[in-house]
């Protein structure tokens, strides 16, 4: 069955940088989609970054200019850079797949990882 592993989160001060990992296994980039969301205690799960296998990228609005996505077919890894970190920031991280084109609608994923924390302080 399909696998995503996240790793990466922890805490940071505000401006600082992490970078988020996911590696997929049993799951192939070819058409298919692969996307950041994030979600806070008592909040839906928002989408923050996404990629096709066309390399086109999505970002939310909040996270344009700070953000970067990125994948490593080689390595079946999808990347997250986080930079100018703030504490709106501090969610749990989860990378999500999906065949066939997508962005960022959390119903369109089939395929989730168990998470990882990313705390921000001020």
């Known amino acids: 069955q399909v696998q995503l592993v996240e790793s990466g989160g922890g805490s940071v001060q505000a401006g600082g940088s992490l970078r988020l990992s996911c590696t997929v296994s049993?799951?192939?980039?070819?058409?298919?989609?692969m996307a950041w969301f994030r979600q806070t205690p008592g909040n839906e799960r928002e989408g923050v970054a996404a990629?096709?296998?066309?390399?086109?990228?999505t970002y939310a609005d909040s996270v344009k200019g700070r953000f970067t996505i990125s994948k490593d077919n080689a390595k079946n890894t999808l990347y997250l850079q986080m930079n100018s970190l703030k504490p709106e920031d501090t969610a749990i991280y989860y990378c999500?797949?999906?065949?066939?084109?997508?962005?960022?609608?959390?119903?369109?994923?089939?395929?989730w990882g168990q998470g990882t924390q990313v705390t921000v302080s001020s």
């Open positions: 999500a797949a999906a065949w066939g084109l997508h962005r960022l609608g959390a119903n369109e994923y089939v395929y």
């Open positions: 049993r799951f192939t980039f070819t058409y298919s989609s």
């Open positions: 990629i096709d296998s066309r390399g086109m990228t």
